[in-house]
């Protein structure tokens, strides 16, 4: 008999191993699988939202490519993060036509146990274990402490925060990405004012997140009195990174700006002295001219709480596979 192989299997089954874990955005779903809880996230696979119809298939479509490489076997447990505020057992995602019923989920993938969280919630339980490798920060590093907060863009625009315990790391989840978006001056202010003649009212996911990039596009243009064709947020990255189109170039100056003022704006109502962290898919897409950008100067551009921000760290989380570790500490903190 081999005592180490019964005690690790001992161990596994104590912990309910093995676990999927799922991070599901407006554009993709991510899922990852752990049959060590010491050993990390592993055979990830990313798959385009658009071409499942719903969570269940998505996560069987998974499970099914992964079978030959685990020898058939099922997760007991599973938490999966969501692009969308969680509240009762259904769920429907605010950036896509998926939906879902928690109960249902958990009895169609055969689970002991099925978390669902939101998705900068898991994202937050991440932020303390992540490594200098996994961020590239403005000047020094975030030192994992007190309040810890974290903003977005991807398809939408998350935010969420991690507060430090004596029980350890709590995530406090909300919907941050849907409050009222402020202007820092005239131009920000006529910008708003153009947007706000089609969308009654205008969030900083509005124009901070891939969905918003088009919207601000146009809005951009609007106050300077050109004429531009419809771009999507692809499109206007891959032009501001090329370098030969002006509009583009101010629209992206506009959303680090902004992104800036709403960061501090975060940052400010959390108390999140420990650091506040950019997450997201479109940010590292903008490489050294995100760095480059007003987003630190106006992150910090709060009149008499200057200082407060000052000293606050930000950093640029550019481990894309976050929340799903985020997700698999969620299950940890749940057994415990």
Known sequence: MNSAADSTQAAA????????????????????????????VDHVRKLPVAAHAGLGEAAQAYLAELAPLIGGAAPHKAAIAVA???????????????????????????????????????LALSLPRLKASQLRAHGALPQPAGMLAAVGPGTGLGV????QTAHG??????????ATLAAADDFEAQLLAAVRAEHKHVSAERLLSG???????????????????????????????????ALCRRTIDVFCAMLGGFAGNVALTLGARGGLYIAGGIVPRLGDAFFASAFR???????????????????LVTDTLAALAGAAHAIEQHAR
Do not use: C, M
Request: cysteine-free.
């Open 169 to 178: 790391w709590v995530a406090v989840a909300g919907e941050g990405g849907h």
């Open 84 to 122: 969308t505020a969680i509240r009762g057992d259904h769920v429907h995602l605010t950036n896509s036509d998926w939906s879902f019923s928690r109960a249902a989920l958990a009895q169609r993938l055969k689970l002991d146990s099925l978390l669902v969280l939101n998705d900068f919630e898991a």
């Open 297 to 315: 100067q106006r992150f910090e551009d709060k009149g008499r709480f200057s200082d407060y921000l000052r000293a606050i760290p930000t950093a």
């Open 13 to 40: 089954a104590a912990a309910g191993l093995p676990w999927l874990v799922a991070d599901v955005g407006g554009t993709n779903a991510r899922f990852g699988w752990i049959a060590d809880a010491a050993g990390g």
């Open 160 to 163: 969420g925060g991690v507060l």
């Open 211 to 245: 969905i918003g990039l088009p919207t601000l596009h146009a809005g951009v243009a609007s106050v300077l009195g050109q004429r531009t064709e419809t771009l999507d947020a692809r499109a206007i990255v891959e032009r501001f990174n090329a370098g030969g189109d």
